[in-house]
């Protein structure tokens, strides 16, 4: 058989791991995975991040015949063409929802701290309850939520308890969470869903979390609703328009980051594992790729009285957002530099009372009895 030729994305984690399997291996930034590169370079497959949009541009006359994305979600790929193509397309869901998680459950507690709220006292509300949203329920349990749900697709296949149409979801909702592929057609497409005619049905002091594309949410109406609502607060790690950001949106962002909420250790490790066992596949190796296991971190014991004191300890959100804030022209930079986290359950807390405690093991951390 001959050594398959493969381009990969210099910035994809573990990268370094998959020349176990005999492959002419290419590596190159993102900026470099070009329609003339390929033709030059001439690979069989082709690993890449979000930040390659493939398309017929990219491949046409190519020999691609696989692709393999570090991603949960494919949304910069034209699977359509890919398809008509004879072309595999391969992605890593549901590699990033434990970061998800983490970074919602930082960005409720930073929002409860700062609005000196309970969090017990408060509705979550959740759009979109797959891998990421599906966490982001916990979270709400961990901290005592009420939880509302909406997924129109898994409640109509009949996989849902309970289920809250998006209008009534928003209306009751004192903090909604949104966890929805970016789709333009279909039964239920996704682009724009809270938008200007919609909006209003939030509470006038309530919180919107957006982790999952940029296109979900309607950014002007965002600004419309907080010139009328000056308590109405947003979250957001995803934008329209990345990397070029409306600078209005991100001033008046309670807490703004670039794209990195699913940026865990332990997600980046996932998403590798999965593209380069399914490369290894595609491929005929039987012997799947081993990757090292995620260290520590640096200090992974952590003394708090509240879960939500614990979850800002283990995820301080807003370093994220001043980095962000300080260099809005960097966000590639910061993305692709990004520091990958460590997600909860590498963490053991010290100073909790009983109840706290399980709130914080439903979210992974483990506990530490104190010697009081």
């Known amino acids: 058989m001959e050594i398959p030729f493969i381009v990969a994305d210099s910035y994809i984690p573990y990268i370094q791991y998959i020349v ?11 900026a470099q995975i070009t329609h003339e590169n390929l033709l030059n370079i001439n690979p069989e497959a082709l690993l890449i991040r979000t930040r390659t949009r493939v398309d017929r541009h ?22 359509e063409w890919c398809q008509s193509q004879g072309i595999k397309v391969v992605s890593a869901p549901g590699s990033n929802a434990g970061g998800v998680m983490q970074y919602v459950a930082a960005a409720i507690a930073y929002y409860c701290e700062t609005r000196q709220i309970s969090p017990d006292t408060l509705t979550l509300g959740v759009v979109g309850v797959g891998n990421t949203g599906s966490r982001s329920v916990k979270v709400g349990q961990a901290l005592g939520m009420k939880i509302l749900v909406n997924d129109p697709p898994l409640a109509e296949a009949g996989l849902l308890k309970e289920h809250c149409p998006l209008p009534e979801l928003l209306s009751k909702s004192d903090i909604v969470t949104i966890h929805v592929p970016l789709t ?18 939030l509470k006038p002091q309530s919180l919107l979390i957006n982790t999952s594309r ?19 607060d947003f979250i957001l790690d995803v934008w329209e328009n990345e990397p070029h950001l409306n600078t209005m949106v991100l001033e008046k962002a309670l807490v703004a980051t670039p794209h990195i909420a699913g940026y865990s250790i332990d997600g980046k490790r996932k998403a590798s594992y999965m593209i380069f066992n399914a490369l290894f596949e595609h491929y005929g190796q039987p012997t799947p790729v081993e990757l090292p296991d995620v260290p520590p971190p640096s200090m992974p014991e952590i003394s ?7 979850i800002l300890k283990a995820y301080p959100i807003m370093n994220d957002d001043e980095r962000l804030r300080k260099a809005p022209q960097n966000f590639e930079l910061l993305r692709s530099n990004y520091s990958f986290r460590h997600e909860f359950h590498h963490y053991s807390i010290q100073g909790l009372s009983d109840s706290h405690k399980e709130k914080a093991m439903l979210l992974g951390f483990k506990t530490i009895r104190s010697n009081n």
Do not use: W
């Open 20 to 30: 176990k399997f005999p492959m002419k291996l290419c590596l190159l930034l993102p």
């Open 58 to 79: 990219l491949l046409e006359n190519t020999r691609v015949n696989f692709i393999g994305t570090a991603t949960i979600g494919t949304d910069h790929i034209d699977t």
């Open 184 to 201: 333009q057609n279909g039964t239920y497409p996704t682009f724009n869903l809270i938008h200007s005619g919609n909006i209003h049905h």
């Open 214 to 232: 940029g296109g979900v949410v309607d950014e002007s109406a965002l600004l419309a609703y907080k010139a009328v609502h000056p308590g109405f």
């Open 304 to 310: 708090a009285h509240t879960v939500t004191e614990a």
